[in-house]
Each structure stands twice: as structure tokens, then as C-alpha cells.
């Protein structure tokens, strides 16, 4: 039989979300009040924050912004556009301050220096499928703040494995008595401390 009379298949099947469908339905009622992302395709729910998650998002926005400020914009839980079915809503993401541009759409992955993951139970999503989802993005630099183990996780160098896949090269666990700095603004040293609840 040729390929043009083979009829679809039939069954069961995933329903495959894109950038387009997710932005027009997300101010459902039915969506009101969820915290979505869009993940290669799949909506993704992110649960109810927890106070020690609140507590350190806000540590670690007020600490940011504060080393930051003017020459990069910290942007707390917004949408990143990494294509067309992917929009993930970070914790964090450090872009630079276009309110011209960003007023009129989201930024792209491409225009994020730091990605930021405050975890409290997400700790293993976020070191896996968020790092390799960012690390293929090709954002720089992603940290993980560990509200529950007192460390940052610190990954750089995002890159292709041998093996298949991205991932980052460049990983550390800086506990609370050390410190760090993004890379797109080196001088801007952070106290870990400063960062956890």
C-alpha cells in the first residue's frame, strides 16, 4: 500500500501543546490560578510553594537584583520562550534590561545569563530535567539554591556529551560558608548565606 493511502493511526495518542495554544488557553478559568510551564510539549503543573521555597526566592530575587541592578534585570517566575513547544517558568532568569523588547514578547533562552531554580522537593527535577532542558536551551550558567541542604548548585559550560544529549560540564556544590558570582557580572560576589532562609 502507498505511503499517500496509509490511513492515520488510530487509538490513543498524546495531545502535543505548542507556544501558541499554551499562551491563548493559559487565562482559561480552568488554568486560573496554576502555575504552568510548557515542556517539550507537555504541560507541566509546578506545585504549591511552600514557605521555605517563598522565603528563599525571595532571598535569593532581593540578593540578585541588589548585586545587579541596572546592568541586568532579574525576572521572578516569568516565562522563557525556548521555541516553539517549550516555555518553562523559572524561578529566576537574569536577562538584560530591555523593557522595550520584553514588553512585547517573552526572552529567549538565548538572552538569559543565569537561570535560577530555588528547590525545596524538587531538587532531583531540577538537577536533571531542568539542567539538560536549560544546558540544550544553551544557557550559560544555572544555579540551583538548595533551601533544605544549604548549598547552590553551580553548573556551567553547557554543552554536547559523548555519550548523546547536553548537560553541563562544569558542576560545584558551594555550601554556605562559601560564595559565588555569575559570570556575566564576576565582580558581583555573593555570599551563599545570603541566599538561604
Not at 78 to 107: N, Q, Y
Not at 148 to 161: A, C, F, I, K, M
Request: aromatic share 8%; with cysteine; net charge negative.
Amino acid at each position: 500500500m502507498s505511503a499517500l493511502l496509509t490511513p492515520p493511526p488510530v487509538g490513543p495518542r498524546p495531545f502535543q501543546w505548542d507556544r501558541a495554544l499554551f499562551m491563548r488557553v493559559g487565562s482559561l478559568p480552568m488554568f486560573e490560578g496554576r502555575r504552568l510551564q510548557l515542556i517539550r510539549g507537555e504541560l507541566w503543573e509546578l506545585g504549591s510553594m511552600t514557605p521555605i521555597h517563598a522565603c528563599g526566592l525571595t532571598l535569593v530575587h532581593d540578593e540578585l537584583h541588589r548585586r545587579l541592578s541596572g546592568a541586568w534585570m532579574v525576572r521572578n517566575q516569568c516565562p522563557i520562550d525556548f521555541g516553539p513547544e517549550t516555555m518553562p517558568l523559572p524561578d529566576l532568569a537574569v536577562v538584560s534590561p530591555e523593557w522595550d523588547v520584553f514588553v512585547k514578547r517573552h526572552p529567549f533562552g538565548n538572552e538569559v545569563r543565569l537561570m535560577v531554580e530555588v528547590a525545596d522537593d524538587s531538587q532531583q527535577f531540577d538537577l536533571t530535567t531542568k539542567a539538560e532542558l536549560y544546558a540544550t536551551a544553551g544557557i550559560a550558567e544555572y544555579w540551583v539554591v538548595d533551601v533544605l541542604n544549604r548549598v547552590v548548585h553551580v553548573l556551567r559550560d553547557p554543552g554536547p556529551l559523548a555519550a548523546g544529549g547536553t548537560a553541563y560540564r562544569d558542576a560545584a556544590v558551594i555550601d554556605a560558608a562559601g560564595s559565588v558570582a555569575p559570570l556575566a557580572a564576576p565582580t558581583a560576589t555573593v555570599r551563599v548565606a545570603d541566599l538561604l532562609p
